[in-house]
């Protein structure tokens, strides 16, 4: 079993819709959880980045950890045809040696 | 801010010979850069981890006399391949972790590496 499981996709939606991507993890040791979205030929860029439990959001974006189901979650609204990208969701445990574990990626088509 | 560069962005090249590929961190220190590789529709794997000054430390199944890595300093690191050959050719991206705001990464825009 992977460390980090999320869902390949490719996930359509239509422009406007309100996207969830979404990723479980087995080790409860990890605490630091962040959403990158990388264009086709590009470095991943990073969205997000939360440490506690709950909601954190920033403009259309709102990523969402449960830490008791090991489950993260990034919510786009209105989403629009430029955010048609693979998503990677990434995680770690404490301490500056470890490193990031990364999903492998939903890719999301927002279609007109 | 936060913004990693590399350089070349794309590179062609023969068989045998040695390609270099820099990475820098722009507008803030990086005690610690990363070098991944990445295969079409596929994750990350990441391939060594270099810290300013010393050694790099290479994952599992990766060649270190291959994929030469050098960080001199706290914004500039180096992967060299050499003797490349065609299997090696695919999209290399590094990443620095901020040496104030240490446990995220911020990425590069890859480089993508062609040996014919």
């Known amino acids: 079993q992977k460390e980090v499981e999320q869902d390949p996709g490719p996930l359509s939606v239509p422009e406007g819709a309100i996207v969830s991507l979404n990723c479980t993890y087995s080790n409860s040791a990890f605490q630091y959880f962040m959403w990158y979205r990388q264009y086709s030929r590009k470095g991943p860029e990073l969205l997000m980045y939360?440490?506690?439990?709950g909601n954190k959001e920033d403009g259309r974006f709102t990523a969402q950890v449960d830490k008791s189901s090991k489950y993260i979650s990034l919510f786009i609204r209105d989403s629009q045809p430029s955010d048609s990208a693979t998503y990677l969701c990434a995680m770690k445990v404490a301490g500056t040696a470890s490193k990031l574990t990364f999903g492998t990626g939903t890719r999301l088509q927002v279609t007109l | 801010g936060a913004v990693v560069s590399q350089h070349p962005s794309w590179v062609i090249c023969k068989s045998g010979t040695s390609v270099k590929i820099e990475c820098r961190s722009l507008?803030?220190?990086?005690?610690?850069m990363f070098w991944y590789r990445q295969f079409p529709k596929q994750s990350l794997m990441l391939m060594a981890t270099?810290?300013?000054?010393?050694?790099?430390?290479?994952e599992q199944g990766v060649e270190k006399d291959k994929f030469l890595i050098n960080h001199a300093s706290l914004t500039l690191s180096t992967l060299t391949v050499t003797s490349a050959h065609p299997e090696d050719s695919s999209f290399y991206i590094c990443?620095?972790?901020?040496?104030?705001?240490?446990?995220?990464?911020?990425f590069g825009p890859g480089t993508r590496l062609l040996v014919l």
């Open positions: 270099s810290n300013e000054g010393s050694k790099a430390t290479y």
């Open positions: 990443s620095a972790r901020d040496r104030g705001y240490q446990e995220t990464q911020y």
């Open positions: 507008d803030f220190q990086a005690t610690t």
């Open positions: 939360t440490y506690s439990s």
